[in-house]
């Protein structure tokens, strides 16, 4: 993402997240900065331990901050089947599909339109709900295990 894109997105993510009610703080910051910049889902873990967090955010802060940004909308926590919680922004108005590796756990965003989304308006149609709202993942076998498994 560019750097302006970026500065935009983040600027979008805290008006979000002040319209919440929640402080500007550098911890917010830096959590949000993160999951903007990163290609993937992260961890709670990989979040508390990241360098622009280390020395200034207790790990307990960064957990407190991950949950309450998910009571908010800001973040997605992916379940993901036994793994670890991964938490990635949910833009406003759009959504990420997940493809999860059941060997070796790499996480990949499915670059395709969601086929999902015309059942959810015929579902809301129908039913007379209002803010629908999904969540799909698929799991299977990556390429790389895959060929590592057939040597």
Known sequence: ?????SKKSLTQLIDR????????????ESVLTLLLDSDRPMTAGEIAEAPALKGHCDPATVYRLLVRLEEHGILRRLGLRDRAAYYTIRHAHTHDDYIVCTKCGS??????????????????????????????????VCPECAASASE
């Open 17 to 28: 997240c002040r319209a919440g009610g929640m402080r500007r703080t550098q911890a917010l």
């Open 1 to 5: 993402m560019s750097d302006s894109c």
């Open 107 to 140: 996480i990949e965003e499915l670059e395709m339109e969601c086929p999902v989304e015309a059942l959810e308006a015929e579902i809301a149609r129908k039913s007379g709900f209002t803010q629908l709202d999904h969540e799909l993942e698929f799991f299977g």
